[in-house]
């Protein structure tokens, strides 16, 4: 593994952290709406994880044992893709004044829970702070590197 391949795969994770952390605030900021311009309340989103140009365990295997020149197996992390919460119920609150109320006077709540986005939240600060860690690492083994000819 190259100097350079440390640093993009450093990279990209703080890449990723940093737009889980956008979704996270974007669901704290929507906590509270109940219409979107899809009609009805606002649904929680989470960021999905894949592995940058994955290969398949049996050629990984071969590939760190020596049988095939299988290149690197680890080049970092990528979001796959942004998907809506539709598992967790949304919260239905008492409200017949609200606009948005039912016939029954209930108002749907969007599914976002703040203690839940804010340890998420936290979660990807630190996994932030690892990544930085880990590149301010490559950064210096790099500037040793380069002081080993004087």
Known sequence: MGLFTAFDICASGMSAQRL??????????????????????YRR?????????????????????????GGIS???????????????????????????ADENGYVTYPNVNVITEMTNLIDASRAYEADVTAFNAAKAMATKGLEVGK
């Open 20 to 41: 889980r952390t956008d979704i996270i605030s974007q669901n704290i900021a929507n906590a509270n709406t109940t219409r979107t311009s899809e009609g009805g309340p």
């Open 45 to 69: 989103k989470t960021v999905v994880f894949t592995e940058k140009n994955s290969q398949d365990f049996h050629n990984t295997l071969l590939s760190s044992i020596g049988l095939t020149d």
């Open 74 to 100: 680890g080049n970092g992390v990528k979001v796959s893709r942004i998907v809506e919460d539709t598992e967790t119920e949304m919260n239905m609150v008492y409200d017949p004044s609200h606009p948005d």
